[in-house]
Structure formats: C-alpha cells, structure tokens
C-alpha cells in the first residue's frame, strides 16, 4: 500500500510539475527532481503551489534556492510541512513595518496561512463549526484581569445555555478544584473533558456546582439582540459570533435586522468582539442589512488575487477539481472544471452594495472589538466605512485583510494566503489590526447586551453625544476554553 500511494503521489507530483514549467526555459529555476520519497514530494509540492498561488509568491526564491527537501526528516510529517510552510510565509516583507506579512509573534507559525489533515472550509476551526454545529460543553471562561474567573461567552442550546450558565458569572472551581487568574492549563484541559462541574459564585455571595456533559447540539451565530436606548436615539444591538454558511444563519440575521426596523432605530451598535470570521458572502449580507438603500450598486469591496492567477498563469491549479456548493464536481468546456477554469480578475470579484430588508434609518453604527475581531468582521467594518460614520470600541483588531481557499496536497490541505481585499477607497492595509475609536476593556462581568458593560456603555455614551473616552484602566483578559473559528472563506469564485 505504501508503494502504491508513492506513485500516486509522484503522478500528481509530475503532472504539476509539467504545467509550472510551461513558461520561458530560460527564465526558470533548474528543474526539480522527480523522484524521491513521499514525504519530498509533498514538500515540493508545497512550494510549486506557492510559487503559483501565494498572494506574494513574487518575493519566493528558487526552488534549488529554497530547497524544500531540506525540512523532510521524518517523524512527525506534518510538523515538517508547517515548518516549510512557516519559512515560505516569512519572505515577503511588509515596507510599512519592516515585518513578513504573515508575521505572528508566534515562532513557527504564519499569522494566516496553515496546513491541516483535514479540510476546515478555510480557517482554523473552532468547536462550533459553520454551519453552526457544536460539539463542546458550550462555554468559554476568561481571566478577569488579576482579579477572578468569569464565563467569557455560552453558546445558545448547549450543555452550558441549558443549564442557565451566562457570560458575567463568576467561576470559583471546576471538578471541585479552586481555580484562579493563573490556573490556565487546567482550565483548558478540564474544558477539553467530556464532563465538568462548574462551581458559580453568584453577587449575593452564594455559590452552586452545575455539571455539564459534552453534546452535540444546534446553536446560532446570534448571541443577543436587544433594542436600547441613548438618549432620544433607540439602539439596535446585536453580538454575532461568527460569520457562519449563508443558508444557516440567514434567518436569524434577518430577524435581527426586522426587530431593528419595527423598533425604528437610528444607530446599531454591532458587538463583534468574538467573531473571527467566516464565509464573506455572510459578512456581505449583513453589511447589505446595515446600509442604506443609497448605496445600492456601489462598490462595498475588492479582492485581489496575484497576478499569476489574474491573468489566468498558474496551470497547477488544473490539479484542483472545482466543485459547486452541493460539493457536486461541474463539467467545463467538455472537461471537469478545476481552480484553473475559475475567474481571479478584479472586475469578477467586485462585490457591491444590494439593499436588503426594510432597515433605511441607521445614521452611525458602532463596532465592538478586540484582537480576537478578524477576516469577515473586519472586512464588514471597511466596507462601510466608505460611506457611513463607523466608530469601533474595543481593542485593536486582529488584522487580516486576506482569504483563502482550500489546496488539496496529498491527504492535507494547505490554505496559502491567496487574495487581499479592499473597500470602495482602495484600502486595506490593516495587517497589524484596526486602531479604535474610543478605548475600552472587555468587560466580562457583564453579559452581552447589558448597558453597564463597558465597551457597551462607551458606544451609548458616544451615540449619546458624548465621546466615552477610556472608562478606567484597560484590562488584560486572557481567554480559556475552546477556540473559535479564524478565517476568512470565498465560496463563490466564478468560472469563466
């Protein structure tokens, strides 16, 4: 069996081999071996992909340069792939900040592109997927500064909602063991664990132990609504999670965007502290829900993919069979269609603005952010940005202006940073995250959508008329539990 996936591998390897050197003999890197272990021909293969796909595959050496080979070691294969992985992201070099763009803070790992065994719908996945399906106790706990533990986030219809579990309450233990500020680690596994007791000290000083199983459950983006008020003006407020499949979490948006519009709000005040992404034809929707009907056909935004791929140049991806979203592959022009048949030009991915519901009273909106605010979030913040007062509260944002799709290599799929997306003005360069308005700590003392939160209070005081400014010292929150999703996913590249 090994023998014959060798070969297997080495077909795919030659075939995309024969494709990447159709260019100019005399302008191409000596040819790469077409022999070797599968272990090398994986790692090549990494590197021919980047070559052609890579949104700065510009700034990539020679293959005899680079040598890929030199990260096959053995033993741990896909260590070995995201160590190559990690030295190709780090080329390319940001002019604004002396630094790779895709650098992290992190050794060894890119700030956006990655390689996994298993297909993720492009971004790192979290225990609540897309399609808003759970399979976790349901809550997430944070470190309160120095002070204590409290409930970060539950999500609706999990182990943690039913047990009437709310983000505010504070935690004193789990499985009986008294935890604090410092006790990270155990937090995590305890949380990793198919069953917990959670120990709740409640303000009135009492405290009471709830146990909570790991399910699989059916939750939605759409952690709270609520209509409030800042001095004459009625507030729309919405916390959403993630940016889920269209289909899924489409109405319940739209019921959100409806009790705004019987409400006849003025201002929305989008809580998207949390949200680290998700298909950007949601994040379309929602923006589409927010503007005004002005701005029907402007342009919202652009992605931008390399120039190899705009001017139909990167011949590997007829390796890469396209498949519609019923995941059903399409014949093209008398073949099966591939990534190579797909359309990367500017005017094909200029997405503009479609007015949708019945909302056309909203004068300003306010984001709620953090660093954990990313992709499809921050793409909806640019977006309207252009042409609407935006103001953000919180923390600076994650920053990342770039997407991706999915590259099957081997049994892996590798997500290259592939395009970089912009608004109506042509701007997107927030690599190191969007600077805020008005400065204010996560505040998780209090639930979501309750006035005397601070990064709440702060965008009514500003709706109000009067600039909130920083309410106290900002405090570091430290997030435990499991993670949420990260990654920005195009769905709707267009054939030909």
Avoid at 25 to 37: F, I, L, M, V
Avoid at 388 to 413: A, E, H, S
Wanted: proline share 4%; hydrophobic share 35%.
């Amino acid at each position: 069996m090994v023998k014959k996936s060798n070969s297997l591998i080495q077909l795919l390897f030659l075939s995309s081999l024969l494709f990447a050197c159709k260019k100019d003999k005399q302008s191409e890197p000596p040819p790469t071996p077409a022999e070797g272990s599968r272990e090398q021909l994986t790692l090549d293969s990494i590197y021919l992909y980047a070559q052609q796909v890579y949104l700065w595959y510009d700034a990539l050496p020679a293959y005899d340069v680079f040598n890929p080979r030199q990260y096959a070691t053995g033993g741990n294969l896909l260590e070995n792939y995201q160590r190559e992985l990690y030295a190709l992201t780090q080329i390319k070099i940001n002019a604004t900040t002396g630094e790779a763009f895709e650098y992290s803070g992190t050794p060894g790992h890119p700030k956006y592109s990655f390689i996994t065994e298993e297909s993720l719908d492009g971004g790192r996945q979290g225990t609540v997927d897309l399609n808003d399906k759970g399979d976790d106790l349901g809550i997430g706990l944070s470190a309160n500064g120095n002070s204590d533990v409290r409930i970060r986030i539950v999500h609706p219809s999990s182990a943690a909602a039913n047990a009437g579990l709310t983000r505010g309450m504070k935690v004193t233990a789990l499985n009986g063991t008294p935890v604090t500020v410092n006790s990270g680690s155990f937090i995590e596994s305890a949380l990793a664990q198919g069953t917990v007791s959670i120990t709740i000290q409640r303000d009135n000083g009492t405290t009471s132990t709830v146990n909570l199983t790991r399910k699989n459950y059916t939750t939605t983006a759409v952690l709270k609504t609520d209509i409030l008020d800042a001095g004459a003006q009625k507030v729309g407020y919405i916390a959403y999670s993630r940016f889920s499949n269209y289909n899924v979490t489409k109405a319940a948006l739209d019921q959100a965007f409806s009790k705004f519009t019987a409400a006849g709000v003025t201002a929305l005040v989008v809580d998207l502290r949390y949200n680290g992404g998700g298909y950007t034809q949601t994040a379309e929707y929602m923006v589409n829900h927010i503007a005004p009907a002005s701005l029907n056909g402007k342009v919202m935004y652009t992605e931008y993919f390399n120039t190899l791929l705009q001017n139909g140049q990167a011949p590997i991806l007829k390796q890469q069979l396209y498949r519609n979203a019923a995941g059903e592959t399409v014949m093209w022009n008398g073949h099966l269609a591939t990534y190579a048949d797909l359309d990367y030009s500017v005017t094909g991915n200029t997405f503009k603005f479609e007015d949708i519901g019945a909302l056309n009273s909203v004068k300003q909106v306010v984001f709620i952010v953090s660093g954990s605010t990313a992709s499809a979030s921050e793409l909806v913040i640019n977006s309207l940005k252009p042409y609407m007062p935006v103001k953000l509260v919180g923390q600076t944002t994650y920053g990342k202006p770039v997407g991706f799709f999915g590259l099957r290599i081997d049994k892996y799929t590798v997500y290259l940073s592939n395009f970089s997306m912009k608004n109506a003005d042509g701007f997107g360069d927030y690599f190191h995250g969007m600077d805020v308005d008005i400065p204010s700590s996560d505040d998780v003392m209090h639930d979501f959508g309750d006035p005397n939160e601070m990064c709440l209070m702060s965008a009514l005081n500003y709706i109000e008329g009067h600039p909130a400014g920083r309410i106290g010292a900002i405090k570091p929150v430290v997030h435990m539990g499991p993670a949420s999703f990260n990654g920005m996913i195009e769905n709707r590249l267009k054939l030909h």
